[in-house]
């Protein structure tokens, strides 16, 4: 018995030997590496590896001088939360930052990727996940996107294939629940697509910029404007059409900048002309002498811009349909209006008459309706006070001045009436919805507003817009039928209701 304790005892004398830890250092004095030897003086176990600073680099684990298990890997030089996982048993890669699953997947035996990868962002999000052959793309990748959570397709952007690491055949780019785009990197096309319908299409540099020829189209599929791009911006010739086929729109672009320039032109959708003019290139803006028309071909307007500022100048006249002369305005270099301002009823008699300095209304001269009869004016004297507005004798808003400017936001509510902008006269009358402070007044005046911008061109948003306000000023009942009228229309334009819907939710709760 005590012979055979001696033996055991040498044995783990000579285990202990050749499995104990060894210790290498820089000339500096910092540790390089540890780890221990076997007996057949192959690495064993957990052997640690540092850099010349000090800072560990790396720990893999040894059985018979092979690495095996998961080694882990440092990456930089200051932040042990980055590193990697490399599993020598299955090959399986893990990366981390600030101590955050960053990506994984399978290496091959020349430490290349291979099969499926996935990629997160630093709030865990899947970003990316695609398969790998000798560390180069190839099959379907798709990319997510954290910041948009899509309806019908979670949080993907985008999906398509790649060959021999460089993408090919056509890519979906998802822009939102409603939206996307078909672009092939190898032909250069792209297509967007509103609600399943093709709303664009054309070429694409390897920028993926806009280029060549582009054509826009609507919801029915007819044409809505065709024209050239170069780096992304609009040049050359573009043309619009109106829904009925008609031309809308032509002119030019400039070659750099996707500024208007030279003449334009824009016609009604009877094809009668509507307005004819210049453009400056360098800023854009209307410049010159320029002419608008009625749809029966009358001259409606006429006057010059300033090409550096887009401002009015000089003198501006307008004419009725029939022809007869309807207004005059005076206005000086700076784009204000300066002398009287004239305003004639269809018979030619002077019934408003307006006198400005320097774009301050002094004084209202003449303050009739049509047919001559006096205005109640308002409170408006030597610059100064609230001037009433009207439209055929009716009033239809309130201006307040102080020393002949308009107070705060103002909307030109006759023009833009009787030059028949739909679109601006339901923008002013949501803003008064929006404002939280207009007072009673001020929203039935919005209504008038609304109410013309649906009698020029009924739609989803001024119908929207009408309800808005009804719901403000408490007619609940009518509210609530012209919201339900507004999703009718918007569907049938396969726009998006929820502003809507969120609107008929507040009505039924006040009912």
């Known amino acids: 018995m005590k ?65 095996s298990g998961i080694g882990k890997f440092y990456i930089g030089d200051d932040d042990v939360r980055d590193y990697f996982l490399l599993n020598y048993d299955t090959k399986e890669e ?39 052959s000798n560390d180069k793309r190839t099959g379907e990748w798709k990319i997510y996107d954290e910041s948009i959570f899509l309806k019908f397709n979670g949080y993907l952007q985008q999906v398509g294939n790649f060959s021999n690491d460089e993408k090919i055949g056509e890519w979906i780019m998802y822009l939102d629940q409603n939206n996307y785009t078909i672009y092939n990197p190898v032909l250069f096309t792209q297509k967007f697509y509103k609600y399943g319908k093709l709303s664009s299409e054309g070429k694409i540099d390897k920028d993926l910029n806009y280029t060549g020829l582009w054509k826009q189209y609507r919801d029915d599929g007819s044409l809505r404007g065709e024209g050239n791009y170069t780096n992304g911006m609009k040049t050359g010739v573009w043309k619009e059409y109106h829904e009925n086929g008609t031309l809308e729109s032509i002119g030019n672009y400039t070659e750099r900048g996707g500024n208007r320039t030279g003449e334009w032109k824009e016609y009604h959708n009877n094809g009668q002309l509507w307005e004819i003019g ?39 006249t307008s004419s009725y349909k029939n022809g007869e002369f309807h207004y005059q305005k005076i206005y000086d270099d700076q784009g204000e209006l300066n002398e009287e301002y004239i305003v004639k009823n ?67 509510i006759i023009y833009y009436w009787t030059g028949e902008y739909s679109s601006r006269l339901n923008s002013c009358a949501w803003k008064v919805y929006e404002n939280e402070d207009s007072s009673t007044a001020e929203l039935e005046f919005a209504l008038k507003w609304v109410e013309r911008s649906i009698e020029l061109d009924k739609n989803r948003f001024n119908t929207g817009t009408y309800a808005s306000l009804l719901y403000r000023t408490g007619n609940y009942t009518k509210a609530l039928s012209i919201a339900k009228e507004s999703i009718v229309l918007g569907e049938k334009a396969e726009e998006d209701n929820t502003s809507t819907e969120n609107l008929i939710e507040k009505i039924k709760r006040k009912m």
């Open 3 to 67: 012979y055979l304790s001696t033996i055991l005892l040498l044995l783990l004398m000579a285990t202990s030997l050749y499995s104990q830890v060894e210790k290498e250092y820089y000339d500096n004095g910092n540790l390089k590496k540890e780890g221990a030897w076997d007996a057949n003086g192959n690495a064993t176990g957990n052997w640690k590896f540092y850099l010349e600073s000090g800072r560990i680099s790396s720990e893999i684990s040894y059985t018979d001088g092979n690495a």
């Open 94 to 132: 893990k990366f981390y930052t600030n101590g955050k699953l960053e990506k994984y997947g399978k290496i091959n035996d020349k430490y290349e990727r291979t099969g499926e990868w996935k990629f997160y962002n630093e709030n865990g999000f899947l970003e990316l996940i695609g398969s790998y």
């Open 278 to 316: 210049e453009y400056n290139g360098a800023t854009g803006f209307r410049v010159g002498f320029w002419k608008y028309y009625h749809d029966n071909g009358q001259i409606s307007h006429s006057g010059k811009y300033n090409g550096n500022t887009g401002n009015e100048i000089s003198v501006w």
């Open 346 to 412: 269809e018979n030619g008699t002077v019934y408003q008459k307006f006198d400005y300095i320097h774009g301050k209304l002094q004084n209202v001269l003449i303050y009739n309706d049509k047919e001559g009869n006096p205005l109640p004016i308002g409170t408006f004297s030597n610059g100064n006070g609230t001037l009433n507005e009207y439209i055929d004798g009716t009033l239809i808003n309130k201006a307040h001045y102080a020393d002949g400017t308009i107070q705060g936001e103002y909307c030109d």
